[in-house]
């Protein structure tokens, strides 16, 4: 069975780095593609940035802030996370696919105070 464990979230002032670290046990198969989304508070999870073969690709709204970097063979994914706003706040949550299959990490939280 797939897990998908993420850590590295906090509390960090605006303007501040935070970097997500998210690992996948259970499976020795590489992912078609793995990346990160995020739900803050009363709105609906959005992808953030998603690795899939060859290309990247982000949300508007961190483009030339985030960074994800992924090791196909660790079945390993990070996002490094520069220029923190307050509107990045939210649980963001490790995500893979194989074929057909989501699979999905627990979250953790991240809170930029401004």
């Known amino acids: 069975q797939v897990h998908l464990v993420e850590s590295g979230g906090g509390l960090v002032q605006a303007g501040g780095s935070l970097r997500l670290s998210c690992a996948a046990s259970g499976s020795a198969v590489s992912f078609n593609a793995m990346g990160w989304y995020r739900q803050a508070p009363g709105k609906q999870r959005e992808l953030v940035a998603l690795?899939?073969?060859?290309?990247?690709n982000y949300a508007d709204s961190v483009k030339g802030r985030f960074t994800i970097s992924r090791a196909i063979a660790r079945n390993t994914v990070d996002l490094q996370m520069n220029s923190l706003k307050s509107e990045d706040t939210g649980v963001y949550y490790c995500y893979a696919v194989r074929y057909t299959t989501s699979f999905w990490g627990q979250g953790t939280q991240v809170t930029v105070s401004s």
């Open positions: 690795s899939s073969g060859g290309s990247t």
